[in-house]
T-cell receptor, first 111, second 117 residues
Framework: QKEVEQDPGPLSVPEGAIVSLNCTYS??????FMWYRQYSRKGPELLMY????GNKEDGRFTAQVDKSSKYISLFIRDSQPSDSATYLC???????????FGAGTTVTVRA | GAVVSQHPSRVICKSGTSVKIECRSL??????MFWYRQFPKKSLMLMAT?????????EQGVEKDKFLINHASLTLSTLTVTSAHPEDSSFYIC?????????????FGPGTRLTVL
């Protein structure tokens, strides 16, 4: 079993739709949770960074963490074609900065 | 936000040669830098962690004699792929942690695509 599971997709949605992405994990030591966006042939770009369970909102992006279920989600509202990218979840234990990544979900937003 | 650069962005080399990739933090001091490898349509796999002024810590299965890492200053880390072979062809990405801010965020470079012929 992988430490972090993420459905690779691909996921295709029409412009304006809500994109829903999620990851599950098995290591209960993970305390920090991140979502990265990666465009083709580019490095990952940090989108959201959360520490505790609950919701965190930043513009059109909402990150949810449910530590009891070992489940994290990212929602993108009013999706745009420019949101087309691969989205990677990542997490790390407290005081250990080594990140464990999910496989990444490829998202295409159709105009 | 913090900026991390990598050089070169793309390199093609012959089998048996060595290739050096530079990773620089442009506007912050990076106490810790990480090197990742990414295969097409696959996630990032951590290769090693380097702290300024000390030896790198390699992940299991990564050959330290093949992938030489030097973190000589708080703004520069280098990865040298020695005696490269076609199976070393990959996308290599570095990240850096801003140790002075006290945060846990890592900032990634744009990546270096290595093709070994």
């Amino acid at each position: 079993q992988k430490e972090v599971e993420q459905d690779p997709g691909p996921l295709s949605v029409p412009e304006g739709a809500i994109v829903s992405l999620n990851c599950t994990y098995s290591n209960s030591a993970f305390q920090y949770f991140m979502w990265y966006r990666q465009y083709s042939r580019k490095g990952p770009e940090l989108l959201m960074y959360t520490y505790s369970s609950g919701n965190k909102e930043d513009g059109r992006f909402t990150a949810q963490v449910d530590k009891s279920s070992k489940y994290i989600s990212l929602f993108i509202r009013d999706s745009q074609p420019s949101d087309s990218a691969t989205y990677l979840c990542a997490m790390s234990p407290t005081n250990d900065y080594k990140l464990s990544f999910g496989a990444g979900t490829t998202v295409t937003v159709r105009a | 936000g913090a900026v991390v650069s990598q050089h070169p962005s793309r390199v093609i080399c012959k089998s048996g040669t060595s290739v050096k990739i530079e990773c620089r933090s442009l506007d912050f001091q990076a106490t810790t830098m990480f090197w990742y490898r990414q295969f097409p349509k696959k996630s990032l796999m951590l290769m090693a962690t380097s702290n300024e002024g000390s030896k790198a810590t390699y992940e299991q299965g990564v050959e330290k004699d093949k992938f030489l890492i030097n973190h000589a200053s708080l703004t520069l880390s280098t990865l040298t792929v020695t005696s490269a072979h076609p199976e070393d062809s990959s996308f290599y990405i570095c990240s850096a942690r801003d140790g002075t801010s006290g945060g846990d965020e890592q900032f990634f470079g744009p990546g270096t695509r290595l093709t070994v012929l």
